[in-house]
């Protein structure tokens, strides 16, 4: 067993956790494993896989497969480096996920792990995303700029495509029948460290630090 961190970060969409994981990253070294990220990677490109990803996500906009997902992300996580922690962002997110995630962890020999859920009302989740634009190239994420030009290196910002009012919806309404139950089936057997999401990106880091008693 190790010491190493391992967090499986969840929330729902706007809440910040994104963001709180790219924090934790840079400060601890870890390696994030967003699979929203990933999905869009592997819906780039023009392999089987790739097409049927597509498929999946932007153009029925369901969740992928729970096996074919947890397959994904174990093989994602066996090329991490074994000294290096991880933070899981966007997996586990169903209760069939989370059945398939308890049976390959512990096979993986990377000791234990940290579940962080970010708290944010619906309202406010709605306004976020409403609001939120993304760097064409970089990925980088800002809230209520849409004055054009990525800070970080001078691309141009847009929205994402999933954060229409009712795509936002829609993704909330599976977080709370789909993650939200299995949630409650993690408190069964593992603490829950519950984050208020609303202040400050900040704030909610350094809260984040003190319930991880990292500080
Ligand atoms: P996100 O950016 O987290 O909203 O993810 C974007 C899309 O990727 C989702 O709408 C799903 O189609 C897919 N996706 C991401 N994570 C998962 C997951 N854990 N299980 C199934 N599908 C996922």
């Known amino acids: 067993m190790t010491n190493l961190l391992n967090l499986i970060i969840l929330g729902p969409q706007g809440s910040g956790k994104g963001t709180q994981a790219e924090l934790l990253a840079q400060k601890f070294d870890l390696a994030v494993l967003g699979t929203g990220a990933m999905f ?82 619906e309202a406010e989740a709605v306004k976020r995303l409403a609001t939120r634009f993304v760097c064409e190239k970089c990925g ?17 910002l847009i929205q994402r495509p999933d954060d229409s009012a009712e795509a936002v919806r829609m993704r909330l309404r599976m977080f709370n029948e ?19 999401g609303s202040p400050s990106i900040e704030e909610v880091h350094r809260e984040i630090l003190k319930k991880l008693n990292l500080t």
């Open 40 to 121: 869009r990677e592997i819906a780039k490109t023009q392999s089987e896989l790739g097409k049927k990803i597509n498929q999946i996500m932007n153009v029925e906009g369901r969740l992928v497969d729970s096996e074919l997902t947890s397959e994904i992300v174990k093989d994602r996580i066996e090329r991490i480096p074994k000294g290096q922690g991880i933070i899981l962002d966007g997996f586990p997110r169903t209760m069939r996920q989370y059945e398939l995630f308890r049976e390959f962890w512990p096979r993986l020999g990377r000791g234990d792990y940290h579940i962080l859920c970010i708290e944010l009302s």
């Open 178 to 196: 789909q993650t939200l139950p299995m949630i409650k089936e993690m408190e069964k057997e593992a603490r829950v460290i519950r984050i208020d």
């Open 140 to 156: 980088e994420i800002y809230i209520g700029n849409d004055s054009g030009a990525c800070k970080v290196c001078g691309r141009r």
